[in-house]
C-alpha cells in the first residue's frame, strides 16, 4: 500500500479510497483549491475567494451526491411522457388482432427512452427470457406509479385476457391527470418569471446606478474587480439557478 492510500484511508477509514463518496469528495477538493486560486489571483482578497470556493466545492459535492437521483428522475420523467401513447398503441394493437408480442414490436420501432427500455425487453424475450419478469424489471426501475399501473395493466391483458379498451381508458386517465398538473405549474411559475426578470434585468441596472450614484455620495467599499466581478458573474448565476429551478420544477411531459 502506498502512502498515499494509508493517508487516505486513515482519513476515510477504509481500505476502498476510490468508492463513489470519496471521489465526490476528491473532486469537490479539487474545484474548491482551483477556484480558490483563480479567484485570489483575480480579486486578490484571501477571505473573499476562500469564503467563495468553499460554496463552490459544496455546490459540487451537492450536485454530484444528487446526480444518481437526478437521473433516475429524468428517466421517469421520459417513461411519464411515454407511458401513455404506450399503452394505446398496445391496445390498439390487440383490436387489431395482433400478437401481444408483434404489438411491442410495433411499439419498440418508436424513438424514446421508454420504446428503448421495450425494445430491450423484448430482445431479451426473444433469448428465451420470462415477458413478466422483463416488465416487473422496467417496472422495478421507476418511481412513477403512472408507469407502473400501466405496466401492470398491460401484463393483467395479456395474462388474463382483460379487456384491451382499458388500457385506453388508462391512457385517457393519465393524460387527464397530466394536464391538470401542467395547470397547477402553469399557475406556479408566474412568480418565478417575475422573480427572473427582476434578477435578469432591475437588480443589474439598480447596482450600476449605485455604483455611479452610490460611489460619488459613500464610501461603498467595492473595489473595480467587484464591479466587474458581480454583474458578470453573481448576477448571471443567480439567473441561471432560478432558469434550472423553473425547468426542475417543469413535469417531464412537458419537457
Known amino acids: 500500500m502506498s502512502p498515499f492510500t494509508k493517508i487516505l484511508e486513515s482519513f476515510t477509514g477504509k481500505s476502498e479510497i476510490f468508492s463513489l463518496r470519496n471521489k465526490r469528495v476528491f473532486v469537490s477538493l479539487i474545484v474548491f483549491l482551483i477556484s480558490w486560486f483563480v479567484l485570489f489571483l483575480l480579486v486578490n482578497n484571501f477571505t473573499f475567494a476562500f469564503s467563495l470556493s468553499i460554496l463552490l466545492g459544496a455546490v459540487n459535492f451537492f450536485v454530484l451526491k444528487k446526480l444518481p437521483d437526478l437521473k433516475r428522475r429524468f428517466e421517469d420523467e421520459k417513461r411519464e411522457k411515454e407511458i401513455p401513447f404506450f399503452l394505446e398503441k398496445i391496445a390498439i394493437g390487440f383490436e387489431l388482432g395482433l400478437s401481444f408480442e408483434k404489438s411491442l414490436g410495433e411499439y419498440s420501432k418508436e424513438r424514446g427512452f421508454f420504446a428503448r427500455e421495450i425494445r430491450n425487453a423484448l430482445k431479451n424475450i426473444y433469448l428465451g427470457r420470462n415477458l413478466e419478469a422483463e416488465f416487473l424489471k422496467i417496472a422495478k426501475r421507476t418511481g412513477n406509479e403512472d408507469v407502473k399501473r400501466g405496466l401492470l395493466h398491460v401484463l393483467g391483458v395479456y395474462e388474463y385476457g382483460n379487456d384491451p379498451e382499458s388500457l385506453k ?34 437588480l443589474p441596472a439598480l447596482f450600476q446606478s449605485f455604483l455611479v450614484v452610490g460611489s460619488m455620495i459613500l464610501d461603498t467599499g467595492l473595489e473595480k474587480i467587484h464591479a466587474i466581478l458581480i454583474p458578470g458573474i453573481v448576477f448571471p448565476l443567480v439567473n441561471c439557478f432560478i432558469l434550472a429551478l423553473i425547468w426542475f420544477k417543469t413535469p417531464g411531459f412537458l419537457k
Open 169 to 202: 381508458t388508462l391512457a385517457n386517465e393519465i393524460l387527464e391527470n397530466q394536464k391538470l398538473r401542467a395547470k397547477e405549474f402553469n399557475s406556479k411559475v408566474g412568480m418565478l418569471s417575475l422573480i427572473f426578470i427582476a434578477s435578469a434585468a432591475v
